[in-house]
């Protein structure tokens, strides 16, 4: 956006006096409902100016409350927010036309987050399109999910599977992103062959824990429904046994993508 540190500066002076302690004696009541206080005596009363605007109400709070809905209805703010939605969603490398949909929803909405998301569900593409890979996290979750319901599920909770270890395997410990920009949105960085080999290992992992009785290409059918695909469907039931048929199927595109 265009912003600069000043405009930084600015902002941290507007927001003084606003918190999360809980010291209602010293705030403003009616704000605690939110989540949040504003303790007056706190506030730096002076102008500020952020992005070309003057800043300087009696009231601290309403000149906070002013700065951060201005900010959020910020054309820029709508472009930033717009991309990062469409990339997370849609595709690694969004269309401008997907980016300008949700942009334009955004502003109409003045950053209305129901209407915002329903527009991303518009906009996402067909099934046989997706390219979106799951980062490491939600794989582990959709490979649990798959097998919830069965007695794959029972196994890996009797077999005390750890979770946490898998995610380091994976490449993605729990709460460890290595930057506060968090993990990464681009396929690429998840796709590679060490990768590739850790999910597959983890696919064999739970499926080895699948009982004999257990038919892999029924719990495919109930899992994916529509979404299962020919090639899969039939990698699965050639598959020499049970096990293989469903590391084959955790291992699968339905599954690896979003």
Not at 171 to 190: N, T
Not at 236 to 252: E, H, I, M, N, W
Request: hydrophobic share 45%; glycine share 6%.
């Amino acid at each position: 956006g265009p912003y600069h540190q000043e405009d930084v500066g600015a902002l941290a002076r507007i927001l003084t006096g606003w918190s999360l302690l809980d010291q209602p004696a010293d705030a403003i009541a009616d704000t605690a409902a939110n989540g949040y206080f504003f303790y007056p005596n706190r506030h730096d009363p002076g102008p500020k100016v952020l992005l070309g605007t003057t800043y300087q109400e009696k009231d601290g709070f309403v000149e906070g409350a002013l700065a951060l809905n201005d900010l959020a209805t910020h054309p820029a703010t709508a472009r930033h927010l717009a991309t990062k939605l469409a990339v997370h969603f849609l595709a690694d490398r969004p269309t401008p036309h997907q980016i300008s949909e949700i942009e334009s929803v955004w502003l109409a909405s003045h950053g209305n987050l129901r209407a915002v998301s329903a527009k991303v569900l518009d906009l996402l593409p067909d099934r046989d399109q997706a390219a979106k890979m799951r980062p490491p996290a939600e794989y582990l979750v959709a490979c649990l999910r798959l097998a919830a319901g069965t007695a794959v599920a029972e196994r890996i909770s009797a077999s005390n599977l750890v979770l946490v270890g898998t995610l380091q395997n994976l490449g993605q410990p729990l709460f460890g992103a290595p930057s506060p920009k968090g993990w990464s949105d681009q396929s690429d960085d998840w796709s590679g062959p060490e990768a590739m080999i850790q999910r597959i290992a983890l696919a064999h992992n739970i499926a080895v824990r699948m009982p004999p009785k257990e038919n892999p290409e029924q719990i495919a059918v109930n899992a994916l429904g529509p979404l299962l695909t020919d090639m899969t469907r039939l990698a699965v039931r050639q598959a020499p046994s049970a096990v293989d048929g469903l590391a084959l199927l955790l291992a699968s595109p339905e599954v690896q993508k979003r």
